[in-house]
Structure formats: structure tokens, C-alpha cells
């Protein structure tokens, strides 16, 4: 099918006079990649790494690089840097780098390794993540990513990684949505949870051998520019509230997403955007804030105490089926509904891919039969998936060794036993594919700026594939980085830097006059309820479906929100004490900001692509609609100053290997 009907077709100079987007934004120069080598794309990491300039063993010595964050992508960078003979500086807010969200993943990492023989190779997994990801990511960033995937599996078994295996030895695989292979690598449900104890021992092993210096509950408050170089990080010691200034000759953001922009989202309670929202405050690029992800299969919401949603792992959908009953009059125990008044949607729109679509259209497919009235439990906004076809052709021992935690953390959580009843499950905010702005080497827009893992805008477009995150942070933090960084610190040491240069002076005071604002309003609302209505705000108009007029909406909302929360929100306590009502209060001044910038990003592209639905960009029988002649670009937004307009680079995304055309999964 051709990528857009002419029947539908708006050009861009229509739709922009139609926004009037000129009060939102400013539009500034394109941008490019330039590090990616010009030669067939196969070659190209290859060639990357031979022309990176190397740094001798002997001179890693003299260098030094601050690492914020020791999920997968910082631990396996700060293990590889220290192991390489760097000095890594290394941070986390929490207790121990092991309790990173990382941790959280369950269902598995991706890699083409091909075990199963199933027609997987470096190419097609290339494939399959620009297509999944809608034709809005980097094709060398992804080959990249498909190439590096195989070496991440041999490093983790070596690290002794228990991934699952079949009964000839083999590493085993499952499938994830978007794909018609298995090349899912798990621990059982742990997944995220096993490849982070690797990189910890990794990571300890170079604390003990002197080469990195880790520090937990240390929050990044405010990036240190020098020069037009990152040179350091202002961070608060979250146990005794004092403010503290590290420096160094490159700093590495790997401070995961900020999905908790929402409020209610599957990610950890503390994950927050500050460490990258400071950094784009001062000139890093922020691309593609609007693309987030929503999961398909999560727990509902169950009412309106709830500040976390849980996540029931994608894997599920090889095995369990989903549907709805055909009318929305039939409210009768799903167990005594037959066959025949069932609608498995996924496998009746989707016959090629059924319940395996990718998360993107499992979502939209769930919304839809929900707001024709036949979602099912409270609200009606929740969807069966169901094992009990599972359950009798492969018995429940089976189904247990498979996903016995995901059924138990189900069944504590709802007080229903899915080996019984269908799980319900409903869509829910899930990952960011927006991020910090890098280039091939994983450098942002200010030189010795580095991002990786979930923190940068990534390889995933405008929708991940399912158990590409945590591939991504590895390769980002074992591989990529170790061989780019080194090709700008060759040009190191840079001039020492200290307290007394005016640069870092402003950046301290920045971060006490905040504090002490904060501290000082002195009002009547809870940091909470202010970010519970903002997380409304994002979700209702700036979540699965968007349209111009909700977005100028919660534009507008946004805004007052954002004055209101200045003058009357409510922070006891005091700094130099353990104070997580502060450390809440910081992020959601940040969310505030952020949830702003993904309304404007979301105005301007006014075209449907990934999850995210824009109501004005439909095809005649109500297909999510990309518009590739205009939208065929990265957004990569410049800061333009406290209440001044965001400046927009656009970086036009070329597919030489893959034809863009619109996705099909029937
Ligand atoms: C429930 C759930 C299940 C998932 N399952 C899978 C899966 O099966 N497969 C898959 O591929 N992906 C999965 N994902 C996605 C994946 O887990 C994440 O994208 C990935 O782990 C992110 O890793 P990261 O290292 O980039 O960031 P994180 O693991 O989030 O680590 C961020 C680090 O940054 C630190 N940090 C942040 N801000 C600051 C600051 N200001 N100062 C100091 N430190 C800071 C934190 O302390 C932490 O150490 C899942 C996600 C969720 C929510």
C-alpha cells in the first residue's frame, strides 16, 4: 500500500497554517548525523571504528569520565571504561546500582543469532526494527544494533547469565511482537533482572580494582558546560542534602526514560527525566519527546489510589490469546462464554502476526474494541488474555516453568488465579523512545556529551519492538560507546576545571536558588497531586490518541499547572536531610517542563506513526495514516530559554535499505 492515499492527502503548508504552530515554536536549521561512514551499511561500524582515534592504555590513565546511572547501559559502560583503564566516576539515586529499573524487565533480550533456524539473520532483525518502528529511526543506528546484538549474548553467557535453554543445550528463544522469528533470549521472567546482576559483577569487579568510584544515592541536579564542553555534574548527596561538583573529561548520561511524565506508567516509582532535562537546558537536543510507548498487556487501572501500573510481560502473547466478547451486552463469566460469541481481534484482523502484532497495534486494536463497548471488567477498559487453550495443549506444568512469576505477581495483584480465569489486561505507558539527541558515536549536541540506553532518542522510531531496550542498552554500554568515546578523548585531558570558574558557580547556584524555592513556597498541594493531574493531562491528550485541539488543551492546562505548582505546591521537610518529598518536588518541576515540550513535539507532527494515533491523520476506514513527505524526520528540539519558544531542528530520515511503506502485519 502506498504510504498515503491521495484521497487523504494534507501537504504540510496546509497543515502548519492550520496550527498556527508559529506561537509554539521557533523552526530552526536542519541537522544531520555526521559520524556514520558513507560506505554500504554493512561496513559501517567496522569502518567507524577503525577511523575513531584510539587512546593508548598507558594515556587512559590520565583521562576520566563521569557516568550518571548504572542500569544495563551505564553499568556495562562504567564496567567497560574502567576495565579499559579509564577513571569512571560513577552515580545512581539508589542504595545500590543493582535496584536500577533495569531490574524490572521481564520478558527477554533480542539478539539474531539464529539458533532456531528460522530465516533470522543481522538483516532481518534490521528490518524488522525499522518497519516495527515505523520508518522514524536511523537506518545505520539499527544495523549497528542488529550487528552488536549477537556479541551482547556471548558476553553475558561468559559473565554466566542463566539465560533459559532447550533440551539440546542451546540457548533457547521465544518470539516478541512484530516478528515472525524467535529470538527472544530470557531468564525466565527476570530477564532484566539477570543481565543487570552480570554487568553489577562487572561493575564491582572494577570498584574493587580501583578503576571506578561509585556513588549511590547521589541525584545529577544540573549538567556542567565549560567551554561549550560537558565537564561536569552537580549532583546532592540525597542522605545528607549536600551539594557536591564532580568533573571530568566526558560525562555519559545513562539515566534510563521518563514515562513517570504520566504518572501512572509500568516504570519504577523513581524514574524521572532531571538528568536529561537539565542537560537540554543547557543545549543538549531533545529528540522525538512525543514517542512513547504504551504496552498492551498490563494491569488496568483499578482506581484512583493507584500510582504505579504493572506490567504483564509481552511474552505472555506467545501463548495466551486475547479477545473480547462480540457483544458488549454479554456480561457473563468469561470461562462461560463459548467459542462462538468470543472475537480473538488479533488474530481475525491480523491472521499473519495475530496475538504477536506489534505493541503499537495490539494497543490501538484494544482501545478501539473498548471504546465500541466491549471491554470487559471495571469501567469497561480491559481486554481477556486467556491460557486456557495454552493450558490444555501444553499442560499447566509447562505454562508455569514458562511464566509462573508473571501469573503469581497477576494474582497477588488482583486476587484472581489466571490458571483459572483470563487475565484482563489494558494498555499502559510503558517506555520512552524519545530521548537526548546523539549522533552514531552516542554524542549529543554538546561536544563530550554522551547518551545511551533508554536516555538517548535511540534506534526504536516511533515504536520499540519488544525486548529491544534492554539489546540496546548493552550494546549502547559494551560496545558502542567503549569504541566512540575514545576518538573525543584523544583529544584529552582538557584543562582542569574547579570551583571557581563562573560556569560551575552558576550551575551550584542554579541547583541551591531551586532547592530553596521549592522549599520556600510554602503552599497547599502535594507534589503528588500535582503530578497525578498532569499525568492525566499527558494521558488523556498526549497518550495513544492525539488531536490538535486536545493538545492545545493540555498545552494551555499544562501551563497554569506549571504556575500554580510554583506558587502553592507543598514540600516539608528541609534540604540537608533525607528528603524524598524534595527529591519528588525536583522531578516534577522537570516533568512540567517536559510534558510541555511532547504537547508542542506532538502538535507539530501531525501525522499518526507508531503508537500514537493523531485523529486528524486517519486513513477513509480509520488506519493510523503516516505522512511521510512531510514527517520523514527526527525532531530534535534546541532549548530557546525560560519562557521563550523551543527551537526545532529537523534531521530528514533517509531509507536506503528499507522501502518506507506502510506497515502491514495482516
Ligand atoms: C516493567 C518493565 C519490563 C520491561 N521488560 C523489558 C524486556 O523484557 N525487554 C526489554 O528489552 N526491555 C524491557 N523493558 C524496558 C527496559 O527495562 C528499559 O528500557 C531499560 O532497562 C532501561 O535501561 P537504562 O540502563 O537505560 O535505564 P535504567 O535501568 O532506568 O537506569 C537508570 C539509571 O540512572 C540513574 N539515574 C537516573 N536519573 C539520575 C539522576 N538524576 N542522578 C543520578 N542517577 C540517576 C538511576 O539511578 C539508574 O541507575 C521493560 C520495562 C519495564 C518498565
Known sequence: MASKPPDVHVTSSELLDSLDTDSFYVEGADIADTKAPKVPIDRRWEE???????????????????????????????????????NVTCFCYQDSPRRAHSIAAQGGINAAKNYRNDGDSVYRLFYDTVKGGDFRARESNVYRLAEVSVEIIDQCVAQ??????EYG???????FGGVQVSRTFYARGQTGQQLLIGAYQALERQIAAGTVEMNTRHEMLELIVVDGRARGVVIRDMVTGAIETHFADAVVLATGGYSNVFFLSTNAMGCNVTATWRAYRKGAYFANPCFTQIHPTCIPVSGDHQSKLTLMSESLRNDGR??????????????????????????????????????????????????????????????????????????????????????????????????????????AVHYTMGGLWVDYDLGSSIPGLYVTGEANFSDHGANRLGASALMQGLADGY??????????????????????????????EAVRARIDKLLSVNGS????????????????????????????????????????????????????????????A???????????????????????????????????????????????????????????????????LVYEYVEMKQRSYK
Request: charged content about 30%; some cysteine; glycine content about 10%.
Open 160 to 165: 554466566g547469565v542463566p539465560f533459559a535453554r
Open 169 to 175: 543445550g542451546l540457548l533457547d528463544n521465544r518470539s
Open 322 to 427: 486475547i479477545w473480547v466478547p462480540k457483544s458488549g451486552e454479554d456480561k457473563r463469566d468469561p470461562r462461560e462464554i463459548p467459542e462462538q460469541d468470543r472475537d480473538y481481534y488479533l488474530e481475525r484482523l491480523y491472521p499473519s502476526f495475530g496475538n504477536l502484532v506489534p505493541r503499537d497495534i495490539a494497543s490501538r486494536a484494544a482501545k478501539n474494541v473498548c471504546d465500541e463497548g466491549r471491554g470487559v471488567g471495571p469501567g469497561g477498559l480491559g481486554v481477556y488474555l486467556d491460557f486456557a487453550a495454552a493450558i490444555a495443549r501444553l499442560g499447566r506444568p509447562t505454562v508455569e516453568a514458562r511464566y509462573g512469576n508473571l501469573f503469581q505477581i497477576y494474582a497477588q495483584i488482583t486476587g484472581e488465579d489466571p490458571y483459572q480465569t483470563p487475565m484482563r489486561i489494558y494498555p
Open 479 to 508: 560496545f558502542v560507546l567503549p569504541n566512540t568515546i575514545s576518538d573525543y578523548l584523544a583529544d584529552g585531558p582538557f584543562p582542569q576545571v574547579d570551583q571557581s570558574h563562573p560556569a560551575v558557580a552558576e550551575a551550584v
Open 48 to 86: 567507524r571504528r577503525f577511523r575513531a582515534r584510539l587512546v593508548s592504555p598507558a594515556n587512559r590513565r590520565k583521562l576520566s569520565v563521569i557516568i550518571v546511572g548504572t542500569g544495563l547501559a551505564g553499568s556495562s559502560a562504567a564496567a567497560t571504561l574502567g576495565e579499559a583503564g579509564y
Open 586 to 652: 525536583g522531578r516534577v518541576a522537570d516533568f512540567f517542563e517536559l510534558g510541555e515540550l511532547m504537547c508542542i513535539d506532538a502538535l507539530v507532527r501531525r501525522e499518526s506513526c507508531g503508537g500514537h494515533f493523531r485523529v486528524e491523520s486517519q486513513t477513509p476506514d480509520g488506519e493510523a495514516l503516516r505522512v511521510d513527505d512531510e514527517f520523514a524526520y527526527v525532531s530534535a528540539w534546541e532549548f530557546g530559554g525560560d519562557d521563550r519558544r523551543p527551537i526545532l531542528h529537523k534531521e530528514p
Open 525 to 584: 498541594r502535594t507534589v503528588d497531586s500535582f503530578h497525578r493531574e498532569l499525568g492525566r493531562l499527558m494521558w488523556d491528550y498526549c497518550g495513544m490518541e492525539r488531536s490538535e485541539e486536545g493538545l492545545r488543551k493540555a498545552l494551555t492546562r499544562i501551563r497554569e499547572l506549571k504556575k500554580e505548582y510554583w506558587s502553592d505546591v507543598r514540600v516539608l521537610g528541609t534540604n540537608e536531610e533525607l528528603n524524598q518529598a524534595l527529591e519528588r
